[in-house]
């Protein structure tokens, strides 16, 4: 049998795939990753060596392909594009669901362009409104004016997925706040025939995303109430089993397949681990820490995924046009989640016209630039590879292997040469700033920690070292010139086996990433003095107006449901214009006390307070604990101010870090 690669198929570092379903990938990619363990013309050679012997869990060919993804993006798009929220309580009017101007082929092409290889969409949010005309439900986009009842969401977008070129992923929320038998078996059954609709009507789906998320109270048919459910509640194992039935190449995210980082705020941990020790395969109860770093060693292969949006919230709001993130920003976002072995899925909100906006538009295409601008040129390509150590002096595995831009080669040593070095004689002075490195991952994650090296005066020169490697690796730093790179792999659970060493330069002027969306500017709080119902020593009332975000008011007393409601009241010392309250959550990165549900009192004396003149909840801020601004309109005047905490999202005494008035 003579094995030949075709060379549309090999996935090639630098160049990228080709193909527009799910099944070609998988092919591909197994073709390609495992090529070297099976073509027969190995046996032709004298000095044929035998591949090194996997080590540890290794990925699952649906999770090679998944790897091989690194970005795409999230569509999130519902109800709560009309009522300007993040979480719908459930109770929403289906007529309410009226997109003027959709364009799928425009959001699939703007992804493409992005460079993104898939886009999953919000098929049904927490609200419970399916965008598809599910026949389990009247809940859904058969009751909207938009297309006269006839629309369907899902099947636009996974069409126009289709035609770019672009896999397509469905979110269906196990959380459902509209259906009247949440939380009692009928809904399982429901969610799982929603599934099967989904998973049967729009071709091949690359990952089905379970979301976590449940804040307990909803419509529920009208019962209007907070609904508990227990562990075993959505009987996963029979869910995953219909996914593997009707989607056998899908991958699920929070299922059996792949791990949240831990985080919405498009970060995986340094290093961040392919491998993570568990039972079970799915993380489970595991901490976000344990999510976001994974385990070594570890006893599954369960990679992570950042999820992050490129504005705030997760869904459009007009609001948040001036805060999508800069292309500087994102280019950091994905050296801190694929430049780190884990994927970047992306959100982009359709807008109420069912549009990408336009702001969005501009970065992405910014991002764009940047990412072709330093990667559309390998520095190491040509350059002379030489190793400490060549598996068996086998060219199948020599230094080369390592630059040939060819993720299915790759360069390895003997079985006990674990701290091997690679040197890459690049023939004259270059200058780079971004190093790539990936191990060949169908032999695990081998790599526990590495080093570069920059020849300089006649000597080598540390100027990286780092744990953890897996599908890539990206070092980002400041611009380094040298003819002679070496890479010191100095710790390895195994013989190393590296797919991939390339230098590239970024634009000089991305280098400096800005990492902070800017917030609301708040009004400023010089003369303003706080009250709170109570506070625990060292974390008084005045720690929510001092401007420092991280300093803190906590309330005292209790835990569990005596937690809530406590009060913080502000006197600003003069009348002052409310258009609203903005809400800092702590930002020691620890989520006890977090205010989910809020009421906002004003008065006149300190004495009269009335009516709220505003309540809600701070949807999603557990997961994504970013300031919350919410808005009055009609803005009264007042001198006083309360807000009330009504419920933490963990039942524990409220914390703040700043309360404040936004100034516009
Ligand atoms: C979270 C949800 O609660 C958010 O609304 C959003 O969908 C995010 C991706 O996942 O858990």
Same mark, same amino acid.
């Given at each position: 049998?003579?094995?030949?690669?075709?060379?549309?198929?090999?996935? #090639?570092?630098?160049?990228?795939?080709?193909?527009?379903?799910?099944?070609?990938?998988?092919?591909?990619?197994?073709?390609?990753? *495992?090529?070297?363990?099976?073509?027969?013309?190995?046996?032709?050679?004298?000095?044929?060596a035998?591949?090194?012997?996997?080590?540890?869990?290794?990925?699952?060919?649906?999770?090679?392909?998944?790897?091989?993804?690194?970005?795409?993006?999230?569509? =999130?798009?519902?109800?709560?594009?009309?009522?300007?929220?993040?979480?719908?309580?459930?109770?929403?009017?289906?007529?309410?669901?009226?997109?003027?101007?959709?364009?799928?082929?425009?959001?699939?092409?703007?992804?493409?362009?992005?460079?993104?290889?898939?886009?999953? &969409?919000?098929?049904?949010? =927490?609200?419970?409104?399916?965008?598809?005309?599910?026949?389990?439900?009247?809940?859904?986009?058969?009751?909207?004016?938009?297309?006269? +009842?006839?629309?369907?969401?899902?099947?636009?977008?996974?069409?126009?997925?289709?035609?770019?070129?672009? &896999?397509? +992923?469905?979110?269906?929320?196990?959380?459902?706040?509209?259906?009247?038998?949440?939380?009692?078996?009928?809904?399982?059954?429901?969610?799982?025939?929603?599934?099967?609709?989904?998973?049967?009507?729009?071709?091949?789906?690359?990952?089905?995303?379970?979301? #976590?998320?449940?804040?307990?109270?909803?419509?529920?048919?009208?019962?209007?109430?907070?609904?508990?459910?227990?562990?075993?509640?959505? #009987?996963?194992?029979?869910?995953?089993?219909?996914?593997?039935?009707?989607?056998?190449?899908?991958?699920?995210?929070?299922?059996?397949?792949?791990?949240?980082?831990?985080?919405?705020?498009?970060?995986?941990?340094?290093?961040?681990?392919?491998?993570?020790?568990?039972?079970?395969?799915?993380? +489970?109860?595991?901490?976000?820490?344990?999510?976001?770093?994974?385990?070594?060693?570890?006893?599954?292969?369960?990679?992570?995924?950042?999820?992050?949006?490129?504005?705030?919230?997760?869904?459009?709001?007009?609001?948040?046009?001036?805060?999508?993130?800069?292309?500087?920003?994102?280019?950091?976002?994905?050296?801190?989640?694929?430049?780190? %072995?884990?994927?970047?899925?992306?959100?982009?909100?359709?807008?109420?016209?069912?549009?990408? =906006?336009?702001?969005?538009?501009?970065?992405?295409?910014? &991002?764009?630039?940047?990412?072709?601008?330093?990667?559309?040129?390998?520095?190491?390509?040509?350059?002379?590879?030489t190793a400490s150590s060549v598996r068996g002096s086998d060219p199948?595995f020599s230094a080369?292997k390592?630059?040939?831009?060819?993720?299915?080669?790759?360069w390895c040593t003997d079985?006990?040469a674990?701290?091997p070095?690679?040197?890459?004689?690049?023939?004259?002075?270059?200058?780079?700033?971004?190093?790539?490195?990936?191990?060949?991952?169908?032999?695990?994650?081998?790599?526990?920690?590495?080093?570069?090296?920059?020849?300089?005066?006649?000597?080598?020169?540390?100027?990286?070292?780092?744990?953890?490697?897996?599908?890539?690796? &990206?070092?980002?730093?400041?611009?380094?010139?040298?003819?002679?790179?070496?890479?010191?792999?100095?710790?390895?659970?195994?013989?190393?086996?590296?797919?991939?060493?390339?230098?590239?330069?970024?634009?000089?002027?991305?280098?400096?990433?800005?990492?902070?969306?800017?917030?609301?500017?708040?009004?400023?709080?010089?003369?303003?003095?706080?009250?709170?119902?109570?506070?625990?020593?060292?974390?008084?009332?005045?720690? @929510?107006?001092?401007?420092?975000?991280?300093?803190?008011?906590?309330?005292?007393?209790?835990? %569990?449901?005596?937690?809530?409601?406590?009060?913080? *009241?502000?006197?600003?010392?003069?009348?002052?214009?409310?258009?609203?309250?903005?809400?800092?959550?702590?930002?020691?990165?620890?989520?006890?006390?977090?205010?989910?549900?809020? @009421?906002?009192?004003?008065?006149?004396?300190?004495?009269?307070? %009335?009516?709220?003149?505003?309540?809600?909840?701070?949807?999603?801020?557990?997961?994504?604990?970013?300031?919350?601004?919410?808005?009055?309109?009609?803005?009264?005047?007042?001198?006083?101010?309360?807000?009330?905490?009504?419920?933490?999202?963990?039942?524990?005494?409220?914390?703040?870090?700043?309360? %404040?008035?936004?100034?516009?």
């Amino acid at each position: 049998m003579a094995a030949t690669v075709d060379p549309a198929l090999v996935t #090639g570092a630098a160049r990228p795939y080709a193909v527009s379903k799910m099944q070609t990938i998988t092919a591909s990619i197994i073709r390609a990753l *495992t090529v070297t363990l099976a073509i027969p013309w190995m046996a032709e050679m004298s000095s044929a060596a035998q591949p090194p012997e996997p080590h540890g869990p290794v990925p699952t060919p649906r999770q090679l392909a998944w790897h091989a993804l690194e970005f795409y993006g999230f569509l =999130h798009f519902t109800v709560n594009t009309f009522t300007d929220k993040e979480w719908g309580y459930g109770d929403e009017n289906p007529e309410i669901f009226n997109p003027t101007d959709i364009d799928a082929d425009a959001i699939a092409r703007i992804a493409r362009e992005a460079g993104m290889r898939g886009l999953i &969409l919000t098929c049904k949010h =927490h609200d419970g409104f399916c965008l598809w005309p599910s026949k389990y439900t009247e809940h859904c986009v058969r009751h909207s004016p938009w297309r006269d +009842g006839k629309g369907d969401v899902v099947r636009e977008i996974s069409d126009a997925c289709k035609k770019h070129g672009l &896999l397509f +992923g469905t979110y269906l929320s196990p959380w459902d706040r509209n259906h009247p038998e949440y939380a009692r078996p009928a809904y399982v059954q429901y969610y799982r025939n929603q599934l099967r609709e989904l998973l049967t009507q729009y071709g091949p789906i690359f990952e089905v995303w379970f979301d #976590g998320a449940n804040g307990g109270d909803g419509y529920y048919g009208g019962a209007r109430e907070r609904r508990q459910i227990g562990a075993d509640y959505y #009987g996963w194992e029979e869910t995953y089993r219909i996914v593997r039935e009707l989607q056998p190449d899908a991958v699920m995210f929070s299922g059996p397949d792949i791990r949240w980082v831990g985080n919405e705020a498009g970060i995986a941990g340094d290093p961040c681990w392919s491998t993570i020790n568990r039972d079970e395969p799915q993380a +489970g109860d595991a901490s976000r820490e344990q999510r976001n770093r994974g385990d070594r060693p570890g006893t599954h292969w369960y990679p992570a995924e950042c999820d992050v949006s490129i504005r705030p919230g997760w869904f459009y709001h007009a609001a948040e046009d001036d805060r999508v993130r800069t292309p500087e920003n994102l280019v950091d976002l994905y050296f801190k989640s694929v430049g780190r %072995g884990a994927s970047l899925l992306l959100n982009l909100p359709p807008d109420r016209r069912g549009r990408i =906006h336009e702001n969005d538009v501009a970065s992405l295409r910014g &991002l764009r630039k940047i990412l072709d601008a330093t990667f559309s040129r390998d520095l190491a390509t040509g350059a002379k590879a030489t190793a400490s150590s060549v598996r068996g002096s086998d060219p199948r595995f020599s230094a080369d292997k390592a630059i040939d831009n060819d993720r299915g080669t790759y360069w390895c040593t003997d079985d006990g040469a674990k701290a091997p070095e690679l040197i890459i004689d690049l023939g004259r002075a270059t200058s780079f700033n971004v190093v790539s490195l990936r191990e060949h991952l169908p032999l695990g994650q081998r790599v526990d920690a590495w080093a570069l090296d920059r020849w300089a005066d006649g000597r080598w020169e540390e100027f990286a070292a780092a744990k953890a490697i897996g599908n890539r690796r &990206l070092w980002r730093g400041p611009e380094i010139t040298t003819d002679r790179v070496r890479l010191r792999i100095t710790a390895a659970a195994a013989c190393p086996a590296i797919s991939e060493f390339a230098l590239h330069r970024e634009p000089p002027e991305v280098r400096v990433a800005s990492t902070q969306q800017a917030a609301t500017a708040g009004l400023p709080k010089t003369g303003w003095q706080a009250a709170a119902t109570s506070e625990r020593p060292g974390f008084g009332a005045s720690l @929510a107006i001092d401007g420092n975000p991280s300093t803190l008011w906590q309330a005292a007393s209790g835990g %569990g449901d005596g937690a809530a409601p406590q009060d913080i *009241t502000i006197d600003f010392g003069k009348a002052t214009r409310i258009r609203g309250i903005i809400y800092v959550p702590r930002t020691d990165g620890e989520t006890r006390g977090l205010v989910d549900k809020y @009421a906002i009192f004003i008065s006149r004396d300190g004495k009269e307070w %009335g009516e709220p003149v505003a309540t809600g909840e701070f949807a999603n801020i557990l997961a994504n604990p970013i300031a919350q601004d919410v808005r009055i309109e009609p803005s009264p005047s007042a001198r006083f101010l309360r807000f009330r905490a009504l419920h933490t999202a963990d039942g524990q005494p409220p914390t703040a870090a700043e309360i %404040g008035i936004p100034g516009r």
